[in-house]
């Protein structure tokens, strides 16, 4: 999955899960460090409860081949819909 449908497909996850339910994903450490998919993210009515750090680097493929020269550290994201009265995660991006 290229990670630039990583947010879309979220999306639609969540709408597929039950108020006490997660969603996992694996992503670059630094997915939701974009200003733009934060954004993006906190109008989802969804958190990270939790980030797994994936020791050495996830090796992908690309047409059956490794690509081996991603410098970038993945993750696994524990994701849950957000309770009701609970801060979105929009409130805590730092706006200048």
């Not at 449908?5 to 999306?11: D, G, M, Q």
């Not at 081949?65 to 410098?71: K, L, N, P, V």
């Amino acid at each position: 999955m290229p990670f630039s449908k990583a947010l879309p497909i979220l999306a639609h996850c969540l709408t597929l899960i039950k108020r006490s339910g997660r969603c996992l994903f694996i992503l670059p450490l630094d997915f939701f460090s974009s200003k733009q998919r934060a954004e993006v993210f906190g109008l989802m009515g969804a958190y990270i409860h939790r980030v797994y750090r994936i020791v050495g680097r996830v090796a992908y493929l690309r047409d059956g081949e490794e690509e081996s020269h991603r410098q970038i550290y993945d993750a696994i994201f524990d994701i849950r819909l957000s309770a009701p009265g609970m801060q979105s995660a929009e409130e805590f991006i730092w706006k200048p």
